[in-house]
């Protein structure tokens, strides 16, 4: 019999909306099940009933058994011995997770002294034996510093050892490792893996992350809407989806592709949009756009070392080209893109755009006004980069007649235009962006941008915040910009599988410093610096028969 | 009158970016948003009852049965009765007129000082938060002194400069509720600088000016404006315990501190009704502005403790 | 915010506890100090020279509604140095205030620190009486609200407080002189009494109505600041883990919650002491703030600027002792760079 059996699970609101309708799966002891889905799929509302976390007045229905106890209509204290003996939980954002008032000593003390009943020695002795497990570098020590002094990795390990400390049989993970950079990622997903194997324990693995669910999981479970779509062994599963969505969901996802990961794909996609294609451009195919010689900035922070942010940033970009940005958090990327935008001057180093020197903040509306037409920019938060109270026609006029002598009534037929070359109605002009969904503001940020009539599209991370699906179709659609209009792209992005659909060429930085660069499919086949290596191993793929999973060397 | 410690998100904002959040977080959404409607009814009444005392206010003279100082000498603390609905004071003066009369003075105040205020306060903490470095260092400073002195005490201050009246205290409490205004609108303009509609806005050419007082000032105002509701129930307590303490509008002058002042000798002797007309009054003005101030607040989303 | 993201890995690297620690303690506190003898040298500047924007001479502004004789008005002229410079006025004023003196007082020929020190007893255990009663009612209903948040008594609790909430003190002192003295005749209507136990019984009733607005207040932020916290995804963790609800409570919730709490408990200080003029004046109390009210009826501006500086003094330093109490209670606030 299983470790944890669901059957049949649903669950209410009181107000009559059904959640989810009727899931079943089962984890075995040493076993690893990926729930995958995307937002609103019910994956998390799942995971947390397995623990008694289901939302105040919900009525549930169906079964959950836990090693061998029922858990829906259990009694308050069968709960809190479950939780304590049987399953434990990780969460996301480890930074919201661990209470910041408080030491990491007493975050991983607590429940052993408070339920266990150790003694405050006896139970230091523990946590120093789990941290030390989680390969956490100065156990002693930590146990006496505060959240706040640690990274976002740390943390999680710290997460990870407080929930081992109960010896759970079952350990419940819920998109770990989403909050985290790819290399981090990497370790975590490691740590993870060696604590299942050495403790026999059962995982249920919740991820957004097909390639992820891959790389780790023995079975998936696929939901959508509340209800599981698919179900079977990982590989499979990614290799070939029997349903529909899982179908779509799998084509939908980025890959390293060929060459990095499994070699059966055949040929997925090159780089997709060749540069010769941009009618504009015309004759002057190589005319450079942007050109950064010696970029740098430094940011001083009162009481505390500099933070040198870029540090001599050089290269250059061709008219009708698309050259992706690639780093992980800290490596400087936004602040370039920052500093390319003018919205952080820079402390030293040129910076052309279409041939005129715009290193320095424009003084005056008219060089204001001329440097937005050098470079425009798409933000990566698609909820906080326009303005709440704004309707989407709207702003898209403001940009137009801010840069153009149009009356109001060309202003709206040429903003609706330009929301229907993103894929927008006219009807969308008039929606306040609450009311839209993330990937429809992105369109409309991009049209807003493209009104403008840029030289240089800066896309901040542009698709980091939306479902894979809906990523999927932002890209295509900058794709489709690119080859209609000539568009000229920065793709700022800490993803390289989504890099992969959009650029040609890739520059890669680390603290600041660029250290590769390269055409996209020669970058990610034989990158040439170790951390770029590091990198690309650091990307989860699916698990072969005989391969390791992901993890590189660095700890 | 507390300082906010985390920016409430502005006007109209969307939820927290649901990018990542799960269908545990939705759910708890769902089940908050039936109960927090505050019945209807009860809002109708406050606004009614404020509506009422504002037409009463205006149309004093055409309202209230006698003269505010018309004194019957053969009615004297006498209890309600056909003549005298509320009874009269110890003067034999009609409570029922000069509670409407009263309202002049009791509105009037707070009114001018919510204005003063806010206008004053959302200017300096427009600039403060949105220029930041020195600027916003010295504002600050300044603020901070400021808030060292209670509107009361401040109030009183003036009464003892200028002289009693309405005018000093006014003035003085103006300035005194000048720096919560602007603290929140700091904080709130703080917030909204840090979003990147701000930076999208700056990266399409827009000025500084324009993008602070089109676009940032508007997100901001609903906010301001609610609490600057809730200032204006504190305003109003505290100028009519200015004229409570003799310090504020003057006798005979109608005033419901002043009437409440005044009746104070007789409650001793058992009159309680001179005192306590005016003072349910004031505790019925209070009440239903802060009914409509805090559901101006929770509508808004600002969340902010009274 | 792109700060944050470049100093991401900065931060990844400092987990060795910095050495540099104590002495951040230190200039914190440094910093904390003199920012509040600043704050004070501003107010005192305030509270100073507000004389100045009164048109017309300072000695008849001073001696308003007196007929001083000419030896009056020579004594005055004197005394406050009427005659010299106004920066060396000030500073006459601002040495005498330091040491406690602030001159004497017109109305009781008498010096203005004694007629203080004679009416202080009376305003602070009227003020600790209703701290007392603000602490234990505002925060403990702030807490129930919380914990049964959006059930029935979470709603009644929040009805109580913004009824209470539209009672100003003169309001309440005069209901409960009414039906608590007069009709009932349980406690005195009048003046605070002989010896510690029976002024403590007088200001029973006058604690309560001083209390009334600031309990609101107190359980408002109380309640708000819990909700916040129970909001928290540690705290969801600290429950996934097996704690007793109980438990999680008290460790991860009211711990958490006490910032904001202690902040609007230094904010009541300074509103207590203002708001005590009008409830001594109602219950006929020999404190400061009747003496304020007084001193400003008989116009005796040299007692009012003591008074008026006193409490200001008092807002700054309770504040200031809040602001240094946070990274006991917030251990992030200590690293944060020097943020208001």
């Known amino acids: 019999m299983s470790l944890l059996e669901i059957s049949n699970l649903t669950l209410d609101l009181p107000g009559g909306a059904r959640l989810l309708h009727g899931v079943s799966l089962a984890v075995g002891a040493g076993e690893t099940v990926g729930l995958v889905g995307e937002s609103g799929s019910g994956k998390s509302l799942t995971a947390r009933a397995v623990i008694g976390l289901a939302p105040d007045r919900a009525a549930l229905g169906g079964r959950i058994e836990l090693d061998g106890r029922s858990v829906i209509g259990a009694s308050g204290r069968d709960i809190l011995a479950l939780r304590r003996d049987s399953a434990a939980m990780i969460f996301q954002d480890p930074r919201s997770g661990i209470n910041p008032m408080r030491t990491i000593g007493d975050h991983m003390t607590e429940t052993l002294r408070l339920c266990e009943g150790l003694s405050a020695a006896a139970a230091t002795a523990r946590a120093v034996e789990l941290l030390s497990a989680v390969r956490l570098p100065r156990p002693e020590e930590h146990l006496r510093q505060y959240p706040h002094e640690f990274s976002g990795g740390m943390l999680q390990r710290v997460m990870i050892a407080g929930a081992l400390s109960g010896s759970p049989r079952l350990l419940v993970c819920d998109e770990p490792t989403t909050a985290l950079d790819v290399t981090t990622q990497a370790e975590i997903v490691r740590v993870l893996a060696d604590q299942r194997d050495a403790r026999g324990m059962g995982m249920l693995f919740i991820t957004h992350d097909l390639n992820l669910a891959a790389s780790i999981c023995d079975r998936v479970v696929v939901m959508r809407a509340g209800r599981i779509e698919e179900e079977g062994p990982a590989l499979r599963v990614f290799t070939r989806p029997s349903a529909d969505y899982t179908a779509r969901l799998v084509a939908t996802t980025p890959t390293l592709g060929p060459g990095s990961g499994s070699g059966s794909g055949a040929d997925e996609r090159p780089a997709d949009v060749p540069a010769s294609d941009a009618p504009r451009s015309g004759g002057r195919a190589s005319a450079l756009a942007l050109t950064a010689s010696g970029l740098s900035k430094t940011y001083h922070r009162h009481g505390k070392p500099p933070v040198r942010a870029v540090v001599e940033a050089s290269f250059d970009l061709e008219a009708g080209a698309a050259l992706a940005v690639v780093g992980e958090s800290g490596s400087g990327k936004s602040t370039l893109a920052r500093m390319i935008v003018g919205l952080e001057p820079t402390d030293g180093g040129e910076l052309a755009i279409a041939g005129r020197d715009r290193a320095t903040i424009p003084r005056g509306r008219r060089e204001r006004l001329a440097r937005a037409r050098s470079v425009q920019m798409v933000f990566q938060d698609p909820y906080l980069s326009l303005d709440p109270r704004i309707t989407a026609g709207r702003a898209i006029e403001d940009a137009l007649r801010l840069h153009s002598d149009l009356d109001r009534a060309s202003a709206t037929s040429r903003a609706v235009d330009l929301l229907e070359q993103v894929g927008l109605t006219a009807a969308h002009a008039e929606a306040r962006p609450r009311t839209l969904s993330g990937g429809q503001r992105q369109r409309v940020a991009i049209a807003r941008a493209l009104a403008i009539e840029p030289d240089v599209l800066v896309l901040d991370e542009a698709t980091s915040a939306l479902d894979v699906s809906v990523q999927a179709q932002v890209l295509d659609l900058i794709a489709r910009l690119r080859r209609e209009r000539g568009l000229t792209v920065l793709f700022i992005s800490h993803d390289l599988a989504v890099v992969r659909r959009v650029c040609e060429e890739v520059l890669v930085m680390r603290a600041g410093e660029i250290v590769e660069r390269g055409g996209t499919v020669r970058l990610l086949e034989a990158p040439s610096h170790p951390y770029t290596r590091l990198l690309i191993d650091s990307v989860p793929r699916p698990r072969q028969a005989d391969a390791q999973p992901a993890g590189a060397t660095v700890a | ?306 | ?340």
């Open chain 3, 1 to 340: 915010m792109a700060l944050d993201r470049a100093v991401a890995p900065a931060v990844a690297n400092v987990a060795a506890v910095s050495p540099g620690r104590s002495a951040r303690v230190i200039r914190r506190i440094a910093g904390r100090l003199g920012g509040l003898a600043l704050t004070l040298f501003l107010a005192s500047l305030l509270v100073f020279f507000s004389r100045f924007l009164v048109p017309g001479d300072p000695v008849s502004f001073l001696l308003r509604g007196r007929q001083p004789s000419p030896e009056a008005v020579a004594q005055v002229t004197e005394q406050y140095g009427l005659d010299l410079p106004a920066w060396q006025q000030y500073l006459t004023w601002l040495a005498g205030a330091v040491q406690g003196d602030f001159g004497r007082s017109l109305q009781y020929r008498q010096d203005v620190s004694a007629v203080i020190a004679d009416r202080l007893p009376v305003t602070l255990m009227l003020v600790v009486m209703a701290g007392a009663i603000i602490a234990v009612i505002g925060i403990s209903s702030g807490i129930v609200a919380a914990l049964n948040r959006g059930r029935a008594l979470d709603r009644a609790t929040l009805v109580g407080l913004t009824v209470l909430s539209a009672i100003p003190s003169f309001v309440g002192s005069i209901v409960l002189i009414s039906v608590f003295a007069v009709q009932l005749g349980w406690f005195p209507t009048f003046g605070s009494g002989e010896g510690p136990a029976d002024m403590a019984y007088h200001l029973v009733l006058p604690s309560i109505a001083l209390a009334i607005v600031f309990v609101v207040l107190v359980g408002k932020v109380t309640r708000s600041s819990m909700v916040d916290q129970l909001r928290r995804e540690h705290v969801e963790v600290a429950t996934s883990r097996g704690l007793r609800r109980a438990t999680v409570v008290r460790r991860h919730v009211v711990r958490n919650a006490l910032g904001p709490i202690l902040t609007v408990s230094g904010v009541l200080v300074a509103g207590l002491l203002v708001a005590s003029t009008i409830v001594e004046a109602a219950f006929g109390l020999a404190g400061i703030g009747s003496l304020l009210v007084q001193s400003v009826d008989r116009l005796d501006f040299p007692v009012v600027q003591a008074i008026v500086m006193l409490i200001v003094t008092a807002f700054v330093v309770v504040n200031a002792m809040v602001d240094l109490a946070e990274p006991w209670i917030d251990p992030r606030s200590a690293a944060g760079a020097g943020a208001r």
């Open chain 2, 1 to 306: 009158m507390t300082i906010p410690t985390t920016p409430p998100p502005a006007a109209g904002a969307p939820r927290p970016a649901p990018g990542r959040v799960g269908p545990a977080t939705l759910a708890v959404q769902v089940l908050r948003s039936p109960r927090a409607r505050r019945p209807d009814a009860v809002l109708v009444v406050a606004a009614g009852a404020l509506a009422v005392m504002t037409l009463a206010a205006v149309f004093a003279p055409f309202v209230a049965p006698y003269p505010p100082d018309a004194i019957d000498l053969l009615a004297v603390n006498a209890p309600p009765s056909a003549a005298h609905w509320l009874g009269t004071d110890g003067l034999g003066r009609d409570l029922l007129s000069r509670l409407v009369y009263g309202a002049r003075t009791a509105l009037l105040g707070p009114l001018l000082v919510v204005i003063g205020s806010t206008v004053i306060g959302m200017l300096l903490g427009l600039i403060a938060g949105w220029r930041g470095g020195w600027i916003d260092a010295v504002l600050g400073r300044v603020f901070d002194v400021l808030f060292a002195f209670p509107s009361l005490l401040l109030a009183i201050m003036a009464v003892a400069l200028f002289g009693k009246g309405l005018v000093a205290p006014v003035i003085a409490m103006s300035i005194a509720y000048a720096p919560f205004v602007a603290r929140l609108t700091r904080s709130l303009v703080k917030a909204e600088v840090s979003r990147p509609y701000v930076s999208a806005y700056r990266v399409q050419g827009f000025g500084g000016a324009w993008i602070a007082f089109r676009r940032v000032l508007p997100n901001v105002t609903p906010i301001v404006g609610a609490q600057s509701t809730l200032n204006f129930g504190y305003v109003l307590a505290e100028l009519a315990g200015l004229s409570f303490l003799g310090l504020g509008v003057q006798p005979p002058t109608p005033d419901w501190g002043a009437m409440i002042n005044e009746a104070q000798s007789g409650i001793l002797a058992g009159a309680f009704l001179p005192a306590l007309v005016p003072a349910i009054a004031v505790v019925i003005a209070v009440v239903a502005v802060n009914i409509l101030g805090d559901e101006l607040s929770d509508r808004i989303g600002g969340g902010i403790p009274a």
